[in-house]
């Protein structure tokens, strides 16, 4: 180990930690090359590919690594919560027919086809311009891209170093879901924490407001397996050793870390764009059921995220302004006050983050803060973190009674699959409320809003 590991839990939390390889997993990435610090792990860590789910890891750079096994297969994996000015109430009798809508017009599940077929051409200006390509087809409302992680483009992308089979994979799945824990989200907003911050971001109690939970799709996953088989056999050439060759990593400025590194921003800018379609087709859902029957339903962007990532940041250390590469698996930047890339409107406040429940429990809206830049690389928790793998679930779980037991709790489920609903079910997740709680009591994260479900819409 180069540096500490260092494990945000508390007691039950920890135990939950201890039933996988997470914990093996935390340590052995603190033996990176140019690890600085610490290796971080949230306490919705879980076991994933390398690198714990739920972990952070900065690199001093230049000579740090970076490690596909860091950012994930589900490259910028994130979520965005659009939000209206109507309450709960008002929204319950067309519950049902949006539900419908949301299903039938945002095409979900595994190897979903969306509504638009990119060439060549328009797939790399995707790749390289992300939510601001969308901007140019009319498919953003005023402050989406303000409200969105890098204004809705991470800089760098070279589509050069995508290959025919990545963008083979996602020539057709713009605007589509996708299958496990991805979904759309209809909810309430259940209990507001501070009302300032709230009215800001535009979130009142009771209102309704939309979660969508999706990433870069097929094309995301063939780039990190891509490069995850390439690594495995050029890191010997650098002169690397490590305890689990699924750390398999490179220095960032060498031509393999920057060709996985620009790769990575065109399926982050991918991913971008997709939840950017998304958001105009649950727009247009809403339209088709409550227009003429409800004013003012219109859906503004409260923030969208990534937490599935690698990105080159300044952070202090003792003092000291350092580059590092920062690898988010599983965690949220969590960005505090005052930081430049915030937009104006918010950059007083910190970067909203958002924390989405297991199937049928509460999600949460925080706000990053001071001490989040100082202890943790200005990151956060992203979720509740399994505490059982899908297959058990599939087991222990009938997703038909699960489905009967949330509409019993007046949660409404469009699925298209019962097995991969009860891989999703909550008992195979952690407490969210917990995790939340953690970091809310910590500082690396302030809690803003209680949301809780009335309809899920699944692959």
């Not at 860590?45 to 690198?51: A, D, E, N, T, V």
């Not at 399926?267 to 809403?286: D, V």
């Not at 999703?424 to 803003?448: N, T």
Request: aromatic share 6%.
């Amino acid at each position: 180990m180069r540096v500490p590991a260092r494990l945000y839990a508390d007691e039950d939390l920890l135990d939950a930690a201890l039933l996988d390889n997470s914990i093996v997993q935390l340590v052995n990435t603190a033996t990176l090359p140019g690890v600085i610090q610490y290796a971080i792990a949230m306490p919705d860590i879980h076991q994933g590919y390398g690198f714990p789910i739920g972990g952070v890891v900065a690199t001093r750079l230049p000579e740090g690594v970076i490690s596909p096994g860091g950012v994930g297969y589900d490259i910028n994996c994130g979520v965005r919560l659009l939000a209206l000015l109507v309450s709960a109430k008002e929204v319950r009798p067309y519950l049902e027919d949006i539900a419908s809508r949301l299903y039938a017009n945002c095409p979900s599940g595994v190897g979903a086809h969306g509504q638009l077929h990119l060439s060549n051409t328009k797939m790399d200006q995707v790749l390289h311009e992300g939510s601001c390509w969308m901007s140019g087809q009319g498919y953003t409302s005023c402050d989406d891209l303000d409200r969105t992680e890098e204004f809705g483009r991470i800089p760098g992308a070279d589509a050069a170093f995508v290959s025919d089979r990545a963008r083979e994979r996602g020539r057709n799945q713009l605007g589509t879901l996708g299958a496990g824990n991805h979904f759309i989200e209809v909810d309430r907003v259940a209990e507001v924490y501070d009302g300032a911050t709230a009215v800001r971001l535009g979130i009142y109690e009771d209102n309704v407001a939309v979660q969508i939970h999706c990433g870069s799709r097929g094309l995301g996953h063939q780039i990190c397996e891509d490069y995850v088989g390439r690594f495995q056999k050029t890191a010997r050439d650098y002169g690397i050793e490590l305890p689990d060759r699924e750390l398999v990593c490179v220095p960032f400025d060498s031509n393999d870390g920057q060709e996985y590194f620009r790769a990575m921003a065109c399926a982050a800018n991918f991913a971008f764009a997709n939840r950017q379609l998304l958001a105009h087709l649950i727009r247009g859902s809403f339209g088709e059921v409550l227009a003429g029957k409800i004013k003012d339903f219109e859906l503004h962007q409260v923030y969208d995220i990534a937490h599935n990532m690698a990105k080159v940041e300044e952070h202090e250390l003792n003092g000291r302004s350092v580059r590092v590469c920062v690898h988010r698996k599983g965690a949220t930047r969590a960005f505090g006050p005052g930081s430049s890339v915030l937009p104006d409107d918010l950059r007083d406040l910190g970067q909203p983050v958002l924390i989405p429940g297991s199937m049928g429990t509460a999600s949460h809206v925080l706000i990053g803060t001071r001490a989040a830049m100082q202890q943790t690389f200005g990151s956060t928790c992203h979720g509740a973190g399994r505490v059982m793998s899908r297959a058990r679930a599939r087991k222990m779980v009938s997703g038909t009674a699960l489905r009967e037991q949330l509409r019993s709790r007046g949660i409404l489920i469009c699925a298209g699959s019962m097995s991969g609903l009860a891989e999703e079910a909550p008992a195979a997740y952690k407490d969210v409320s917990r995790v939340v709680e953690v970091v809310h009591k910590l500082g690396i994260g302030r809690k803003i809003a209680r949301l809780e479900p009335l309809a899920v819409i699944k692959g």
